[in-house]
């Protein structure tokens, strides 16, 4: 009896081996029954995610709204970066098999309509930068994605890559000559090779910008962060590819990104096998960032009235002004 309890466990481990219940992520299992490494790193990918402390309005006696930048260039910031993706001659979308960055994983989802875009320009005004506060979402009919729905695939790509000029030389046919169509009134139309598709790829944001609202909850007296929004930046460039300024891509609502973060991994340089997820290196705040605005009466940012040295001793100020705060609770 003892032996045949044992035959059972191990096939019933050997059929967990060969198909894991993963909810999302990379594992370490790239076929079946085989398995890269010494156990199936399945923590991450199936774990449930953690709510946040319910908080009421009466229970919060201070706030403060910043805005922060985190910078990939920032070794500490490698970890969001890397690894990078890219296209292959086929135009196959190649990802890391362990792990994604947060762009891959951003634009995955997007692209099968598990996460909402927020357009950052005001569609009806363009001078007006107020994309932050989430009123023009970019999303696909209900149950569609960008594979199935056209009109979301269009108007989404504008925020996921850019279109290439358009070929002035008609594409020849059979016998050489240039294509042409027939329209119903009886004209005729060049037919020209579709334009050039660039995506944007890891390698090509140089910013994650966030949106956050410190707060002291008196009902469990502890100064707490939420993490609001979250945006990529790229370069912005002109049709030279000279860099012209920073854009930020869209927005995302972050509250409804942990669910998807919470199963992916992050890149942990001391041990392999601590691997935490990106939800929990947000809530940890194991990253770098700078504050580059702060609520205020002119709605503007720091550099609107601060350059240089004199910006970045202007956000350490306002660093400092929140620690003094919970400081000077248990100091009197």
């Known amino acids: 009896m003892k032996r045949l309890l044992i035959c059972a466990m191990v096939a019933l481990s050997g059929v967990a081996l060969a198909q894991p219940e993963i909810n999302g992520g990379p594992v370490n299992v790239p076929y079946d029954g085989v398995v890269d490494g010494?156990?199936?790193?399945?923590?991450?990918?199936?774990?449930?995610?953690?709510?946040?402390?319910?908080?009421?309005?009466?229970?919060?006696t201070w706030s403060k709204r910043v805005w922060r930048v985190i910078d990939m260039r920032e070794k500490i910031n490698h970890p969001i970066y890397l690894p990078f993706d890219y296209y292959d001659p086929q135009n196959n979308w190649v990802r890391n098999s362990s792990r994604w960055s947060l762009w891959t994983i951003m634009k995955h989802h997007i692209l099968n309509g598990d996460l909402d875009m927020f357009s950052p320009d005001n569609p009806y005004d363009y001078t007006m930068r107020?994309?932050?506060q989430f009123k023009y979402p970019i999303v696909p009919e209900e149950g569609k994605s960008y594979y199935t729905d056209s009109i979301f695939r269009g108007t989404a790509f504008q925020y996921l890559g850019k279109l290439g000029p358009q070929s002035t030389t008609p594409i020849a046919n059979e016998y050489g000559e240039d294509s042409v169509i027939y329209l119903p009134d009886g004209t005729t139309e060049y037919v020209y090779p579709p334009r050039d598709t660039t995506w944007i790829l890891s390698k090509d944001i140089v910013q994650y910008r966030i949106k956050e609202d410190w707060f002291f909850d008196k009902e469990r007296s502890v100064l707490d962060t939420r993490i609001l929004g979250i945006a990529p930046v790229?370069?912005?460039?002109d049709d030279n590819n000279q860099i012209l300024g920073l854009r930020e891509t869209f927005w995302l609502y972050f509250p409804h990104c942990r669910y998807i973060f919470n199963n992916y991994f992050v890149y942990n340089e001391q041990n392999d096998a601590q691997w935490m997820s990106f939800d929990d290196m947000f809530w940890?705040?194991?990253?770098?960032?700078?504050?580059?605005?702060?609520?205020?009466?002119?709605?503007?940012?720091?550099?609107?009235?601060?350059?240089?040295?004199?910006?970045?001793?202007?956000?350490?100020?306002?660093?400092?002004?929140?620690?003094?705060?919970?400081?000077?609770?248990w100091n009197f």
């Not at 774990?47 to 946040?52: D, E, G, H, L, V």
């Not at 601060?306 to 970045?312: K, N």
């Open 38 to 60: 010494v156990y199936i790193t399945e923590h991450i990918p199936t774990k449930r995610m953690i709510p946040y402390e319910f908080v009421r309005e009466a229970d919060v």
């Open 130 to 132: 107020d994309g932050d």
């Open 234 to 237: 790229t370069y912005l460039k």
């Open 284 to 329: 940890k705040r194991q990253f770098s960032s700078t504050i580059y605005k702060e609520s205020n009466v002119f709605d503007r940012e720091i550099e609107s009235y601060r350059t240089g040295v004199d910006a970045l001793m202007e956000s350490e100020k306002i660093t400092e002004e929140i620690r003094l705060f919970e400081h000077d609770v």
